[in-house]
């Protein structure tokens, strides 16, 4: 079984930072792609950011040159860093991993962290 735990998660005001943490815990062989989607209620998951285990990225427009999706391979993580928050970025934000174990491949997705911009 494995394991996505999402950090980094909270309030902040127009125009500041936060940074996004999700920590892949398992049996995990490989971890192949892995992104940040987001949901406000009433509303579809829609995707944030993906990167791949080469280290490609891809981002939603809405997003692009204010986050930035990074991963530390070795430690199994995944990160979003937000800046120039609006308050339209204000969402529930979930990690998503494809991972392989063993011979299985299948998607994972972490709880969710929230993420509130207000003043």
């Known amino acids: 079984q494995v394991q996505l735990v999402e950090s980094g998660g909270g309030l902040v005001q127009p125009g500041g930072s936060l940074r996004l943490s999700c920590a892949a815990s398992g049996i995990i062989f490989r971890i192949y792609t892995m992104g940040w989607y987001r949901q406000v209620p009433g509303k579809q998951r829609e995707l944030v950011a993906v990167?791949?285990?080469?280290?490609?990225?891809n981002y939603a427009d809405s997003v692009k040159g204010r986050f930035t999706i990074s991963r530390d391979n070795a430690k199994n993580t995944l990160y979003l860093q937000m800046n120039s928050l609006k308050p339209e970025d204000t969402a529930v934000y979930y990690c998503?991993?494809?991972?392989?174990?063993?011979?299985?491949?299948?998607?994972?997705w972490g709880q969710g962290t929230q993420v509130t911009v207000s003043s």
């Open positions: 990167i791949t285990d080469d280290g490609s990225t």
């Open positions: 998503n991993a494809d991972v392989l174990i063993g011979v299985s491949r299948r998607d994972y």
